[in-house]
């Protein structure tokens, strides 16, 4: 059962994913699973200052809203990868400032694994989603086979969604993926990857598994 006590801590979060400038004004939308429903940013919410009354609790399975609230557009993709990752609990849309540059690249890189940090949390394979019109069926069935198998995608003239089994692996997806496309565009074009051994060699001895 959903308490105050879940809609306050998920608030305080959606305002730390702001005051990390994850997103700007009404771009960006968050959920968050509390057994068979999860609350969302509701349409047209500001979710650096996101307010009580602008959070929808919806059901996952159906998709509908149960407090009368109007859940973001975004929210088909959002349950969408609620139901199909029973592992993630976190989901999270934004439009930080590199990463949104990057997805608007004619080039976009092929590999974003520059530090050690990406492949260990964002992703050795970043999945990169033809542009389709925001909230549209298109969009969210892309995003949700996508994040299937990975953990960040990235979204063509559009943003970024990484998901996660808490808000705190949530939060460090998104700022080490932007940490890595503010390598990319600051470096010029003129970077370097690690190798597929080093990868494996991080996979290995730091993480003690394979990552997605």
Request: proline share 5%.
């Amino acid at each position: 059962m959903i308490t105050n006590e879940h809609i306050e801590q998920y608030l305080a979060q959606a305002h730390r994913y702001g005051d990390a400038k994850l997103m700007l004004c009404s771009s960006g939308n968050l959920s968050w699973r509390i057994g068979e429903e999860a609350l969302v940013s509701g349409t047209g919410s500001w979710v650096p200052n996101l307010q009580k009354e602008k959070v929808s609790i919806c059901n996952i399975a159906t998709g509908t809203p149960q407090n009368g609230v109007k859940p973001s557009m975004e929210s088909t993709f959002h349950l969408g990868i609620l139901r199909e990752r029973p592992d993630v609990n976190v989901v999270l849309h934004f439009q930080s400032e590199y990463a949104t540059a990057v997805s608007c690249m004619k080039n976009k890189p092929s590999n974003f694994n520059v530090t050690a940090e990406i492949p260990c949390h964002v992703g050795k394979e970043i999945p990169i989603i033809p542009y389709y019109r925001p909230g549209s069926p298109a969009l969210a069935k892309a995003v949700v086979e996508a994040m299937k198998e990975h953990n960040s995608v990235l979204l063509t003239n559009h943003g970024q969604v990484v998901c996660g089994k808490d808000f705190d692996q949530v939060y460090e997806r998104a700022t080490f993926f932007e940490m890595a496309c503010r390598i990319i565009v600051q470096s010029g074009g003129d970077y370097s990857v690690l190798t597929p051994e080093e990868i494996d060699d991080l996979e290995v001895y730091v993480l003690g598994k394979k990552t997605k």
